[in-house]
């Protein structure tokens, strides 16, 4: 009698990464460079995607919203970023906004420091750094 292994390959783990994405000046819906699509590519490829910003242009513009979008946020970026940071596990955490007084209004930069979480400024993802 004769046994045959059966040898699977496993794909490796992804590593799943939180997005938070300022709104202003920063997605199609608000004078940003980013499309929305961006942001449902990346729910598409296993992330976690939020807003940390002005999320009622977003809701406005897009009445599903609630098919990529799992957090808005309230009060002040940086509590908010850490927040989730210490609530969602994930591999990685990155806010993509604005550098204040060179891409817009707000500090996003700056929130993702004191939060400690990468910062991506808007243009750049925009133009496909992730």
Known sequence: MSTTATTRTVAPARAVNVYAFDVDETLEVSAG?????????LVTQG???????NWSVLTHHLPD???IISFLSIGDKAEFLQTIARDV????????GNVVGVS???DDQGAARRAGWRFIREADFAAGER
Do not use: K
């Not at 460079?33 to 590519?41: E, S, V, Y």
């Not at 992330?47 to 910003?53: A, L």
């Not at 596990?89 to 993509?96: E, F």
């Open 33 to 41: 460079p980013i499309r929305l699509q961006a942001l449902a590519d």
């Open 47 to 53: 992330h976690i995607v939020g807003i940390c910003g």
């Open 65 to 67: 919203w609630h098919r």
């Open 89 to 96: 596990p994930a591999d990685g955490y990155v806010m993509v």
């Open 104 to 106: 817009g209004a707000s």
